[in-house]
């Protein structure tokens, strides 16, 4: 549609501390070379958002969420909502500077690093660990393979001590952190049922998931994931 940025397998994500241009407060950017950005109150746990980003980045989809409804996409084609959020928020940076000195982000990587080509590891699970990162999804798919092996070794007992969907509302999800290098690759399986229609290859998103080993089969189950 244009009004998103897609992140690729050259993709490179960084976090820095700043002060929010709006209140002033202390948050970290997360931010990828795609131009992607979300601000967040704290790195870790349920990554929470801050509040003053979430605010401006839900007027600026509600804006253009009639447009998309309407069939529109030469309008929509308009929007790119991290463009628009930084001129939003660039609005209030002598706010900011006048409660405190705001701290300088760091310069993107340069365009010769955006074009690295990065190392990916693929990441095992281990039975019962838990873990929630920001990354960007590599692969979405239902019906693979994978899937179907999984399924038949596990058998009916085995998918409900996994708690995994029925199969036919299994799909699987590759994330990718990329945050450091080797880049980390989770390839887990998600309900259906539960995922917003947003989670698409290429989306940065917030993920929570839980490492679940038998003799006969593992696999990472995704608990929470959400769009960023």
């Known amino acids: 549609m244009g009004h998103h940025p897609f992140h690729s397998q050259s993709c490179k994500t960084w976090a820095y501390p700043w002060n929010c241009p709006q209140c002033a407060s202390d948050v970290h950017v997360f ?3 795609c131009g992607s950005w979300v601000m967040f109150d704290a ?3 349920s990554w929470p958002k801050h509040a003053c980003f979430n605010n401006q980045y839900n007027a600026l989809v509600a804006k253009v969420m009639p447009i998309l409804g309407a069939g529109a996409d030469p309008a929509s084609a308009t929007f790119k909502p991290f463009a628009d959020l930084k001129s ?3 609005g209030g940076l002598a706010k900011a500077k006048m409660a405190k000195k705001a701290i300088v982000p760091p310069p ?3 365009p010769a690093a955006e074009k690295t080509e990065h190392v990916v590891k693929r990441m095992d699970p281990m039975e019962g660990e838990e873990i929630s990162f920001i990354g960007v ?3 979405k798919q239902s019906a693979t393979s994978k899937l179907k092996s999984l399924y038949a070794a596990l058998g009916s007992i085995g998918i409900k001590a996994f708690e995994l969907p029925s199969e036919k509302n299994a799909v699987q999800i590759t994330v ?3 945050s450091g290098e080797p880049n980390e690759s ?3 399986v998600a309900d259906r049922s539960s995922l917003d229609s947003s989670v698409a290859v290429g989306v940065m998103v917030w993920v929570r998931m839980k490492g679940k080993v038998v003799p ?3 696999s990472w189950v995704i608990l929470e994931i959400q769009p960023l």
Request: one cysteine or more; a negative charge; aromatic letters at 8%.
């Open 176 to 178: 990718v952190e990329a």
């Open 88 to 90: 939003k928020f660039e």
């Open 43 to 45: 790195l870790g746990g």
């Open 31 to 33: 931010q990828c070379t």
């Open 186 to 188: 989770y390839s887990a």
């Open 108 to 110: 993107p990587p340069s």
């Open 216 to 218: 006969s089969a593992a």
């Open 137 to 139: 999804v590599r692969e």
